[in-house]
């Protein structure tokens, strides 16, 4: 399916941008400079559950994430059956592709988990904007700080129990793709499946299954097709710091 330009709604129709979750690029802008990146008439693009961004090696863009999230898949030693994959949720205000500013060729796999709106922008002007504005690229450089100490403490703690690592990585979520539910009590994470859970983990599917039974067993979660639905963000932060 192809991807469906919105030809009425320009980057500078977008509003919210303070809105965006803590640490990520968007929200670490300050409003002169976001005013920069609306001056350069970019325009969003909107991508259907389950297709890809054409993060790929004849792709030439960078990819500002306004809503939606998306699911990253890089293969260290090569595609194959039982060789390990790199999984990484990104969510809004979330700058993807961001090895091609260095890198041209560079490729992830990169597949929408919801509908998902992305503002692409030329990796060689983004660079050039990136050199004339050294107050973007300050927040460019600290949002992925900030995005690679958080995958450390959610991805990279194999020494923990699963429910401990199921119970940080959808903190982790709730925090960087969640939505109000209708409740106020509740937080929404559309997209990630109980199989995309375990990818990330490098869990078997069934051990990821049975934490997330224990967490709706205790009403912290509800479980639904590709959607989760938490009541009780604090419980999960504390489980995974194993209190």
């Not at 509003?15 to 001056?39: D, I, Y």
């Not at 792709?59 to 260290?76: K, T």
Request: proline share 5%; net charge positive.
């Amino acid at each position: 399916m192809a991807s469906t330009l919105e030809t009425a709604r320009s980057i500078d129709l977008l509003l919210g941008r303070e809105n965006k979750p803590e640490g990520s690029f968007l929200q670490r802008l300050s409003a002169a400079e976001w005013h920069v990146l609306l001056e350069a008439k970019l325009r969003s693009r909107t991508y259907a559950r389950d297709e890809r961004l054409p993060v790929g090696p004849d792709d030439r863009n960078v990819y500002i994430i306004w809503e939606g999230v998306v699911r990253q898949d890089r293969f260290p030693l090569g595609e194959g059956e039982n060789l390990p994959t790199v999984t990484r949720f990104r969510g809004g205000g979330q700058l993807v592709g961001e090895a091609k500013l260095i890198t041209p060729r560079s490729a992830v796999l990169t597949k929408c988990l919801t509908r998902t709106v992305v503002i692409p922008c030329r990796a060689r002007h983004f660079n050039v904007l990136l050199r004339r504005r050294p107050e973007i690229q300050l927040a460019l450089l600290r949002s992925l700080e900030d995005r690679s100490r958080s995958d450390e403490l959610v991805y990279t703690m194999v020494t923990r129990s699963p429910l401990q690592r199921v119970s940080g990585l959808l903190a982790h979520l709730a925090d960087t793709a969640g939505v109000a539910g209708p409740r106020t009590d509740s937080t929404n994470i559309a997209g990630p499946s109980q199989k995309d859970i375990a990818s990330a983990l490098q869990l078997a599917t069934s051990t990821t299954e049975s934490a997330i039974r224990t967490l709706r067993y205790h009403g912290i979660i509800e479980a639904r097709y590709r959607q989760f639905v938490i009541h009780d963000v604090d419980a999960l932060r504390h489980l995974a710091a194993g209190r």
